[in-house]
Structures are given as C-alpha cells and as structure tokens.
C-alpha cells in the first residue's frame, strides 16, 4: 500500500502553509462577502446532502461511487454528488423560491492548476425570473470578489482581466464564427447535429479531428483550442446561448430552438460558471440523460443511473434559472494564486490519488 507524503512537500508543512495563508484568509473574506451578498437579496442558504443515488449524467462527467449498508446487510449504490443541482432543483418543486448552496461536490480523474477532486462550488436557483438576471448575478459576483481583495485586474498564464468591468456578452455560434471561421449553426438542428457538417468546417479551418470523432468530440476541440484561450481578455466574457446537444440540462431559446439558455462566464481564459435556464420537461429530460450514459458507455465503458425522484421533482418544478460557480477558481482570479490547491484550506494529497 503506498504511504502518504509526509514531511516538507505536503500542504501542512509550516513553510509551505504560511505561504499559502494569505490566500486562505482572502478566501475566508470572499466567502462572508458571498454570503452577505445572497442573504441581502433574500436567498435561503440550504445544505445539499453529498451522497446521492446519482451523481449526475453528463458523459464526461466522473464521480466518486460507494456503498450505503442497511442494518439488514443489503448494499445499494451511491455517489458523492458533483453538483448540488439534483437536490436543490427538488427543493425549488417543493416550494422554494432563491435558494444558494455554498459547499463541496466532488469531481473524479480531475487534478491540475484548475482543477481538484474535491472542491467548492457556489450554486444558487431564481424562481419565475427572467435567465438573464442569473447572468448578472454572476458578474456581480466576480466584481465583488475582486473589491474583496483590492484586485481589480487579474492576471493568469498570461492573460490579463478586469474584473470589476461588465462583462461583454457574445452568443457561441459568433464565437465559433469570430474565432474559428466555424458556421455553427449550419450544423446544428432542433434535435440532432450534423456530424459531416462540422467535420467539413473544422478542416476547412484547419483544425485537426479524427475520423471517430463525434459532433461533441469536434464541438468541444474547437472550444478548447480555438475558443475559451481568447473569453475574458480585458473583461470578463459571458458566452451564452450554446447548441442544446451541449446543454442537458437547460431548456431551448424561445427564439431558435437550435440552442439552448445556457452560458459560461469566462475571465482569462478560464471558466468561473456555467448557467441555465432550467429545463422542466421530465420526459425531455429523461431522454437527453440516456444519450448521455449511451455516450458516456461508449466512451468509457459505465453509465449512472438516473435519479427517478429527481425527473418527478421536474413535473412540480416551476420556471428557473439558475447557476453554478467554481467558488476557489474565482479566489485564484481574485488573489493572484498561481494553483487551485492554493487557496483551498486541506488539499485531498496527491500520493493519495496519484500525480496530477
């Protein structure tokens, strides 16, 4: 059995930890400006129990499984949630109005600058309000966490951003069309994509794809090569009305049923949330969960199940918005750390899990 690392490289050694201290205390600031901030507006902040029959089914989403023994001896699945958003969605069919969740959610084979296993994430949900107003709730949740720490400009891997600047605000197909020279939309239907379409368009780009690939496999290289390193240069970039093949859980546009309510909120190149307007068709629902555990299957060999309680919860769930933000990545933004594992308080160790 591998021993744990002991001694001066692990996150408790004195030194390493006074270096890391003042963007714990930062973080600590942020997190009671957080607070303040939902509490004046009148969310309820709840507590998402982790475990959960499903983690959530998204294709390359991966979680953490256990099991739960009854007195009698029976074994039954579960999973350490990677988004409080089954459990809170059921709070909203059950009467609740603006609610936000400030607490872990765990994420497996995720490790590097960006990214941990286990860390915290701030999710919060509007009733019967319009899905742009989560959007502004998001940008005036970055500006206020650089106010917090008197950083208005931050700057990583070379990028640089304002954050108290409104964000601008560009739709997916023009970003594809801007940065990539990729019609988008001439590749995406109301219920299905065009795989051939796309594939033309990324080599006419220039773009390098494998004869396997699928639409999202190309979606998703030309987002992360061609994309995501130019949002939030200068300012902060609200990327919004994604095609709904990318977007699972958010409802279609009233005006185009090819894409979908959802946007991601990018500053120097890296996301800090990703928002819906939630879908509320259970049936709809239920069928983009099994294209997903299909893709899921064929990518990596396992599907989760699907939380039944949550598809029923959907029936009596009103209209909503809503919004997941990655609380230590806007601390990393907000103080100048360099990695992830700087601003959280007890990092999972890595000779726990293996390298990065």
Not at 82 to 97: C, D, H, I, V, Y
Request: glycine fraction near 8%; proline fraction near 5%; hydrophobic fraction near 45%.
């Amino acid at each position: 059995m591998r021993e744990a690392a002991t001694g001066r490289g692990a996150w408790w050694a004195r030194d390493r930890h006074l270096r890391r201290r003042p963007f714990l205390i930062a973080r600590n600031r942020i997190v009671a400006a957080v607070r303040r901030w939902f509490a004046a507006r009148g969310f309820v902040e709840v507590d998402a129990a982790a475990l959960q029959v499903s983690p959530g089914n998204e294709a390359h989403l991966h979680a953490f499984a256990t099991e739960a023994a009854s007195t009698a001896g029976e074994r039954h699945p579960l999973y350490l949630h990677t988004s409080p958003e089954f459990a809170m969605k059921k709070l909203l069919a059950a009467g609740e109005e603006r609610i936000v969740s400030l607490g872990h959610v765990f994420r497996n084979r995720e490790r590097g600058a960006l990214h941990h296993p286990e860390f915290t994430m701030l999710e919060w949900y509007r009733t019967n309000e319009a899905y742009d107003l989560v959007m502004q709730d998001a940008a005036e949740l970055v500006r206020l966490g650089a106010e917090t720490t008197g950083r208005a400009v931050a700057v990583f891997r070379g990028r640089s951003c304002d954050l108290t600047v409104w964000p601008e605000r560009v739709s997916v197909a023009d970003a594809f069309r801007d940065l990539a020279g990729i019609d988008l939309l001439a590749t995406v239907g109301a219920r299905e994509t065009d795989r051939d379409a796309l594939a033309g368009a990324c080599r006419a780009a220039g773009i390098r794809i494998a004869e396997d690939d699928t639409w999202s496999d190309m979606f998703s290289r030309v987002l992360v090569e061609k994309v995501e390193p130019r949002l939030g240069e200068g300012r902060p970039t609200l990327l919004d009305r994604y095609p709904v093949a990318e977007a699972a859980l958010a409802r279609p546009a009233a005006d185009d049923p090819r894409v979908a309510e959802r946007f991601e909120l990018y500053a120097c190149g890296v996301e800090l949330a990703n928002g819906f307007g939630e879908l509320t068709d259970p049936a709809e629902q239920r069928r983009r969960f099994a294209a997903e555990m299909d893709e899921k299957a064929r990518i990596y060999g396992e599907r989760y199940p699907v939380d039944g309680d949550f598809l029923a919860a959907l029936a009596e769930m009103p209209p909503a918005s809503g919004v997941a933000l990655g609380l230590d990545r806007l601390v990393v933004l907000a103080t100048g750390a360099e990695r992830i594992e700087d601003v959280i308080w007890t990092p999972v160790a890595e000779a726990d899990i293996g390298p990065r």
